[in-house]
């Protein structure tokens, strides 16, 4: 039985609007409504048109409603810059955040926190004008958020060098190519590189931080962080029907870009177990034709089944000759988006072939299932590190000299992930972490008991 430790107290959640920031606080909201706290989830209108929402909906006991963000008919696309549309953001949907708290506090239904993103910094500063509790919510793993801390105070020089470690507390030695492209070199997306380092500019007025990960999973970059910055990890994120069980219905993350297709699971059901390379980079990597040639001839000739998720966007890069050779060698099948949780669950399911997202990442740790990793940018270098070295859950693919990861590449790795004895000693360290996870979200778990923390703190406001 779940405990229950609140009264009624009301959160209010607001995400980085997409879909990568808006599931994972979605999945807290949902643990925080299982012990009693009443939670209303704010994202923006393009959001809700996007994904066929109704405004003051529910999703399970989540209540949902929005704002503008500036750009209420093609959000993100309808901006000329990525700088226009940040800035866009902040000025009208800190009036829009605040009108709508103001709003409920003349109602019986007043906020008592703000949980937000820090990569929208400005909520913070509207919940504090407005005497309101303040928790950051970091959706990426705490050691990407300790570098950035440590670039925003001036503790690691930027850009790093090719040739030098970084070297910092709780964490493995880094090189180039582990960390961040936005550390590594600042111009790569200087809009972004200021995004992530400025999450730190105003967290001295957080109450609390929040992390989308379990102390296990991190533990030496968490007691390192906490001495400067504390920070309670309240992971994994993910559906509770997946872990522990406890919150009725909770099967899969219901906000989705793009409209689901749910044939590859009866095709999953037709193969053997751990027969299959499951293939997805998430919904916002494009690779080039050339990358995507590659990927495809590699598939092709592992002679392993393979289900490869390609968002409608992407299939130019794939040429129609291509799409063919695929589907002449009977054992791949292409999908625009599938649910992942469903897919990494089935026993079919072998290797994870992804860009090492973070809640991809936490997905297959979850799931138990090992990884073929092709980090492309944000977090992805440095979860591909942890997924390598530090779970050993995973094997990383090696780029030539001109950043394309070649066939027999791909290939070998697959095979050693897919055949051989350290691909073996992978699936054993993924059922550790699997049953790790679980042991975190349990009651009486670390992730549950800093969940409890938080709603304690509540109760203090």
């Known amino acids: 039985m779940e405990e229950k430790v609140s009264g009624c107290k009301h959160v209010l959640m607001v995400p980085y609007p997409s879909q990568g920031h808006i599931n994972p606080m979605l999945q807290f909201s949902k643990r925080l409504c299982s012990k009693g706290?009443?939670?209303?989830?704010?994202?923006t209108i393009f959001i809700s048109n996007s994904m066929h929402l109704q405004s003051s909906s529910l999703l399970g006991s989540v209540h949902l409603d929005f704002i503008s963000d500036g750009y209420d008919e093609?959000?993100?696309?309808?901006?000329?810059?990525?700088?226009?549309?940040?800035?866009?953001?902040?000025?009208?949907?800190?009036?829009?955040?605040?009108?709508?708290?103001?709003?409920?506090s003349s109602s019986d239904e007043g906020i008592d926190c703000v949980v937000y993103d820090p990569l929208v910094i400005?909520?913070?500063?509207?919940?504090?004008?407005?005497?309101?509790?303040?928790?950051?919510?970091?959706?990426?793993?705490?050691?990407?958020?300790?570098?950035?801390?440590?670039?925003?105070h001036g503790l690691l020089k930027v850009p790093i060098s090719s040739s030098l470690p970084i070297s910092i507390e709780g964490l493995p030695l880094l090189h180039f190519k582990d960390a961040p492209p936005f550390v590594s070199?600042?111009?790569?997306?200087?809009?972004?590189?200021?995004?992530?380092?400025?999450?730190?500019?105003?967290?001295?007025?957080?109450?609390?931080l929040l992390v989308n990960s379990f102390y296990k999973l991190e533990d030496q970059v968490v007691d390192a962080m906490s001495k400067v910055c504390p920070v309670l990890t309240i992971g994994p994120?993910?559906?509770?029907?997946?872990?522990?069980?406890?919150?009725?219905?909770?099967?899969?993350?219901?906000?989705?870009?793009?409209?689901?297709?749910?044939?590859?699971?009866?095709?999953?059901?037709?193969?053997?177990?751990?027969?299959?390379?499951y293939v997805s980079f998430g919904s916002m990597v494009c690779f080039s034709s050339h990358q995507m040639e590659e990927i495809a001839f590699a598939l092709i000739q592992t002679g392993f089944n393979f289900l490869w998720v390609i968002p409608d966007f992407h299939t130019k890069n794939l040429s129609e000759e291509m799409g063919k050779k695929i589907e002449a060698c009977g054992r791949g099948l292409i999908v625009n988006w599938t649910p992942q949780?469903?897919?990494?669950?089935?026993?079919?399911?072998?290797?994870?072939?992804?860009?090492?997202?973070?809640?991809?990442?936490?997905?297959?740790?979850?799931?138990?299932?090992?990884?073929?990793?092709?980090?492309?940018?944000?977090?992805?270098?440095?979860?591909?590190?942890?997924?390598?070295?530090?779970?050993?859950?995973?094997?990383?693919?090696?780029?030539?000299?001109n950043g394309i990861v070649r066939r027999d590449e791909i290939q070998s790795c697959i095979r050693?992930?897919?055949?051989?004895?350290?691909?073996?000693?992978?699936?054993?360290?993924?059922k550790k972490w699997k049953d790790l996870a679980v042991e975190a979200v349990t009651q009486g778990g670390t992730s549950d008991h800093n969940i409890n923390e938080f709603i304690k703190n509540l109760k203090k406001s």
């Not at 070199?185 to 609390?208: C, G, R, T, W």
């Not at 872990?243 to 793009?258: G, H, S, Y």
């Not at 079919?348 to 073929?372: D, K, R």
Request: aromatic share 12%.
């Open 37 to 43: 706290v009443r939670v209303t989830m704010l994202t």
């Open 74 to 104: 093609g959000g993100f696309a309808e901006a000329a810059s990525v700088e226009t549309y940040l800035s866009r953001m902040e000025e009208v949907g800190s009036k829009s955040l605040r009108e709508f708290i103001k709003k409920q």
């Open 122 to 152: 400005w909520v913070l500063d509207v919940a504090k004008e407005l005497g309101l509790m303040g928790a950051a919510f970091f959706t990426q793993m705490c050691a990407v958020n300790y570098i950035y801390y440590h670039v925003y």
């Open 237 to 277: 994120t993910v559906p509770s029907f997946h872990l522990d069980k406890t919150i009725p219905n909770d099967r899969d993350n219901v906000l989705n870009l793009f409209e689901l297709d749910s044939s590859p699971i009866s095709w999953l059901k037709q193969k053997p177990a751990q027969s299959v390379i």
């Open 185 to 208: 070199d600042p111009a790569f997306y200087p809009a972004y590189f200021e995004l992530v380092v400025k999450q730190f500019s105003n967290i001295h007025k957080a109450d609390l």
């Open 416 to 430: 050693v992930v897919m055949e051989k004895e350290l691909g073996r000693e992978m699936r054993i360290n993924a």
């Open 341 to 401: 949780l469903e897919v990494l669950s089935n026993d079919a399911v072998g290797c994870f072939f992804t860009h090492c997202g973070w809640n991809s990442t936490l997905e297959a740790l979850c799931l138990g299932v090992p990884m073929v990793a092709l980090p492309q940018w944000t977090d992805q270098p440095t979860n591909a590190k942890f997924v390598e070295d530090v779970w050993k859950v995973g094997i990383r693919m090696k780029e030539d000299e």
